[in-house]
């Protein structure tokens, strides 16, 4: 099983990115597909996770400002960053998993800065 994530970067204040992740051999429609991140000196923590049925949820810090998808026909779960804050800056980690089961991409760091 392998997850590639893709698409962090630099943006300013205020920016926006758009998080990909591509599942290989797993088939992410049997799972709840999510991301978290980890910030400078901070503990890994949940961004927003996609539940198998659909059902979406979000940590306070980023509702109304991220959006999570998934498509199950191209085995791929984004994550679109709008208002980027400063706080928001870290290596963010697509997450495949159920249960007992997880998987972790490899993470892409994000970096909000002027």
């Known amino acids: 099983v392998q997850l590639q994530a893709s698409g962090g970067g630099l943006v300013q204040p205020g920016g926006s990115l758009r998080l990909s992740c591509v599942g290989f051999?797993?088939?992410?429609?049997?799972?709840?597909v999510g991301w978290y991140r980890q910030g400078p000196g901070k503990q890994r923590e949940l961004v927003a996770i996609n539940k198998i049925l659909g059902e979406a949820n979000y940590a306070d810090s980023v509702k109304g400002r991220f959006t999570i998808s998934r498509d199950n026909r191209e085995n791929t779960v984004d994550l679109q960053l709008n208002s980027l804050q400063s706080a928001d800056t870290g290596v963010y980690y697509c997450y495949v998993g159920l249960r007992s089961v997880a998987h972790w991409g490899q993470g892409t760091l994000v970096t909000v800065s002027s």
């Open positions: 051999g797993i088939l992410i429609s049997r799972y709840n």
